[in-house]
């Protein structure tokens, strides 16, 4: 059976048995503005808007409870019959709404004058290519070819953090730049690893020497020195051919670059040798050597993707601008070359016999190499400032 509840006097009343529900109107118990409703339900009706409640013409359909003449027995219907003419008027008042939306407005604003306003917004341009460059690369079938597109995106893409957020009023031409990235991709690794094979044995081994110190040392004048000499070339190339005309800060940013194009192409062979010890994990180790070496090589990746770049890039922009202030001030040129190279040799080398012994503080490293890459391009736009130079 069904009951219902009202307020009366600011409290609940009930339950009732819906058939009393017309006696307690008669008797004045429940008003046309008594709120009732039906036991279990949340909704909750004005009484007046209840149908046969106060008009006997309906009595038979009031709270949707038809009388059973035989019996008597209540039958439980819709309480809410009401609400359907609300709703209706609803679905009618969306259907318009949705007969006035202009969808060509609305839905797909695309026109000549937003095309435009696209085009020129260096942002849009910036998010579309971080969204949609890795998924074309993922498209390639070769993955030696996605490994080698991959690494070159994030070289180009800390490329333009350098450009367009650090040095900022550098207006170098892409060209070179792209010039000195492949230059020491290409040329500069091949050269690096020709120079390797006249070197001695003794000296190639120093950084996997079991002592402690003279692991450091080889990773400094081993491993820092002869990678960052490589790394400077294109900065001397530029000097070479503009002399007095060439731009110290145009000369900083070709050193990054030459530093971005390093570290890609040898963040290449780092993920093949990653891959090749998942290979030997699993087959050593079964599914469980498996998945700690595809853990290895995922982590090698990004490492190297995303932050071995970057430092590649601060440790030959140290050394440029090193090399780019002796030159604009024509003193102590050779001093100055030397004193950069000690300086990017020493920081590259002491982070990679950290990584080996405790990471934590190899991240320091490559904090303070750029505290101190910042710190010296603020002093280098400050000299252009005061010796201003001819651009080309």
Not at 24 to 41: M, R
Not at 213 to 221: A, D, H, K, M, Q
Not at 228 to 241: C, D, G, S, T
């Amino acid at each position: 059976m069904v009951e219902i509840y009202f307020e009366k006097d600011g409290s609940v009343k009930g339950p009732y048995p819906a058939d009393q529900l017309k006696a307690l109107a008669k008797q004045g118990v429940i008003s046309p503005e008594t709120v009732i409703w039906k036991n279990g339900s949340d909704k909750k009706f004005i009484a007046s808007n209840i149908r046969g409640l106060f008009q006997p013409e309906h009595t038979e359909d009031f709270l949707g409870i038809g009388i059973n003449k035989s019996n008597e027995t209540p039958q439980i219907a819709d309480f809410g019959v009401q609400s359907v003419s609300a709703v209706r008027d609803q679905a009618s008042q969306f259907v318009q709404d949705l007969k006035e939306v202009d969808f060509k407005d609305e839905v797909f604003p695309i026109d000549q004058t937003l095309i435009k306003k696209m085009i020129e917004d260096s942002v849009f341009w910036i998010i579309t290519a971080l969204a949609g460059v890795p998924l074309i690369i993922a498209t390639l079938e070769k993955k030696d070819l996605q490994l080698t597109a991959f690494a070159l995106f994030f070289a180009v893409l800390w490329g333009f953090i350098f450009k367009s957020l650090v040095i900022k009023n550098s207006e170098v031409g892409l060209g070179m730049l792209s010039a000195s990235l492949f230059f020491t991709g290409f040329i500069g690794i091949s050269l690096l690893l020709f120079l390797y094979g006249f070197l001695p044995k003794s000296y190639m081994g120093m950084a996997e020497s079991d002592s402690s110190t003279i692991s450091l040392l080889g990773y400094i004048f081993q491993v820092g020195l002869c990678e960052e000499v490589i790394k400077i070339l294109p900065v001397f190339a530029y000097i070479l051919v503009y002399r007095k005309k060439a731009d110290p800060l145009k000369a900083v940013l070709i050193g990054i670059f030459s530093g971005l194009g390093f570290a890609a192409f040898e963040n290449m062979t780092y993920g093949q040798r990653a891959i090749n010890i998942s290979a030997i994990l699993a087959k050593e180790g079964g599914q469980r050597g498996a998945a700690v070496g595809t853990q290895m090589a995922m982590v090698t990746v990004l490492l190297r993707s995303l932050s071995l770049v970057f430092c590649h890039a601060t440790w030959s922009g140290i050394f440029a601008y090193f090399v780019a202030i002796g030159f604009a001030s024509g003193k102590r040129c050779l001093a100055m070359f030397v004193i950069g190279l000690a300086v990017s040799a020493i920081l590259h080398g002491a982070y990679d016999w950290l990584t080996g012994i405790q990471l934590t503080i190899a991240t320091g490293v490559v904090v303070l190499s750029f505290v101190m890459f910042y710190a010296y391009l603020i002093k280098l736009k400050e000299f252009a400032l005061q010796e201003p130079t001819t651009t080309t």
